[in-house]
T-cell receptor, first 118, second 111 residues
Framework: DAGVIQSPRHEVTEMGQEVTLRCKPI?????LFWYRQTMMRGLELLIY????????DSGMPEDRFSAKMPNASFSTLKIQPSEPRDSAVYFC????????????????FGNGTRLTVT | LAKTTQPISMDSYEGQEVNITCSHN???????ITWYQQFPSQGPRFIIQ???TKVTNEVASLFIPADRKSSTLSLPRVSLSDTAVYYC????????????FGQGTTLQVKP
């Protein structure tokens, strides 16, 4: 298995532009997570999906951020318009199962997208 | 969700055993304890998970005392390549999936 695949690996854009980050989870995984990592705030959970349905988006910073999962093999995180404070590494992760009694599948992370907004 | 507390950083030398302790005083009955490792420019990677007593795999051991209010990740005979950030998470069985990472422990292994 190729693992969780994220694209692009690096994105440099100007303030005000739209940015779209992409993620392909591991086949068969039920859960998909989007995290953001910065030096100041560490790893922050933005949103997660279960069976393609958004479950908790309380970590999404503001209305400029949106995430979709149109099918089990693809998700996007969009920032529109982007701002310099959005500069961070964005990680996607997937998991086979969570919260099942006596069983907790680990998260599998992609290698992230490093976003720089100038 | 149970909050975790870990040391910010630790130093060690090659060949030594490293123990990183995580406090989770308000852990609930059904919570599991999970540890992740993160290298620079990579996403976190699962190391080990346990519920009570001791768990061992090819990478590490996890010791959990009877009260489960803390846990210790043990890395035997570390090498330079073990330099990374280590995160302790408490994962609630029955949790719908909101997994929160703490600040982690930055381990620096010196030659």
């Amino acid at each position: 298995d190729a693992g969780v695949i994220q694209s692009p690996r690096h994105e440099v854009t100007e303030m005000g532009q739209e940015v779209t980050l992409r993620c392909k989870p591991i086949s068969g995984h039920d859960y998909l997570f989007w995290y953001r990592q910065t030096m100041m705030r560490g790893l922050e959970l933005l949103i997660y999906f279960n069976n393609n349905v958004p479950i908790d988006d309380s970590g999404m910073p503001e209305d400029r951020f949106s995430a979709k999962m149109p099918n089990a093999s693809f998700s996007t995180l969009k920032i529109q318009p982007s701002e310099p404070r959005d500069s961070a590494v964005y990680f996607c992760a997937s998991s086979l199962a969570l919260g099942k009694k006596n069983y907790n599948s680990p998260l599998h992370f992609g290698n992230g997208t490093r976003l720089t907004v100038t | 969700l149970a909050k975790t507390t870990q040391p910010i950083s630790m130093d060690s030398y090659e060949g030594q055993e490293v123990n990183i302790t995580c406090s989770h005083n308000n852990i609930a009955t059904n919570d599991y304890i999970t540890w992740y490792q993160q290298f620079p420019s990579q996403g976190p990677r699962f190391i080990i998970q346990g519920y009570k007593t001791k768990v061992t795999n090819e990478v590490a051991s996890l010791f959990i005392p009877a009260d489960r209010k803390s846990s210790t990740l043990s890395l035997p005979r570390v090498s330079l390549s073990d330099t990374a950030v280590y995160y302790c998470l408490v994962l609630l069985s029955g949790n719908t999936g909101k997994l929160i990472f703490g600040q982690g422990t930055t381990l620096q292994v010196k030659p």
